[in-house]
């Protein structure tokens, strides 16, 4: 009974081994994709139809890393004008909207790219970290949910500096949660004045 016991462990383990080396391998491929089609120099609809074609090698989490980390300057980076339609935000849109997977690994790909520039802060942005900056756009132009953030957030895994990315958006993730009673309130509000009817 031990015996199989220790060989049904054993089996656990290696199976995990493997899921692991899988999604790794995924991954990969999923980056190397995603940096051809940002290097096709397609965006807006082209981008997204290309991205369709190639199916499931395309992860939008891979793409959004990609498209942050071509950005020349933090500048760039936060002036999120790289999120418009006609430029990478349709793409993005399209491909993680329906994958709440993707969307905290896509969070973890923009942590990813802050840490490589040193998570400065945007002088011109009022002093806000690159970071929170990024948190914000993507969630006011609903790339990503709020389960997403709060997902990266919560997780156990510990990539990169994470403590460093997590301690600099205790202010968005404060205001989040401001952000979320008052949406909660309004629609009460409104449920109330239609029922008043």
Do not use: C
Not at 16 to 31: H, Q
Not at 74 to 103: C, I, T
Not at 117 to 146: I, Q, T, W
Request: charged share 35%; glycine share 10%; proline share 2%.
């Amino acid at each position: 009974e031990e015996d199989a016991r220790r060989a049904a462990k054993e089996e656990q383990v290696l199976r995990l081994k493997r899921e692991k080396e899988a999604m790794a391998a995924a991954g990969a491929e999923a980056a190397v994709v995603a940096k051809e089609l940002v290097a096709g120099g397609l965006k807006g609809k082209e981008l997204l139809a290309a991205a369709k074609e190639k199916g499931a090698s395309v992860k939008g989490s891979a793409l959004l890393g990609e498209v942050l980390s071509v950005q020349g300057s933090n500048e760039a980076l936060a002036g999120l004008g790289w999120m418009a339609g006609k430029e990478y935000g349709m793409a993005l849109l399209g491909l993680l909207r329906a994958n709440a997977e993707d969307q905290k690994e896509a969070v973890y790909a923009v942590q990813r790219v802050v840490e490589e520039r040193g998570y400065p802060k945007v002088p011109k942005e009022g002093g806000d970290s690159l970071l929170e900056k990024l948190f914000h756009g993507l969630y006011g132009a609903d790339v990503l949910d709020e389960n997403a953030f709060t997902g990266w957030r919560d997780d156990d895994r510990e990539e990169g500096n994470k403590r460093k990315a997590v301690v600099q958006t205790t202010p968005w993730f404060q205001w989040l949660e401001t952000a979320e009673e008052e949406e909660e309130e309004e629609e009460e509000e409104e449920i109330e004045e239609l029922n008043n009817i």
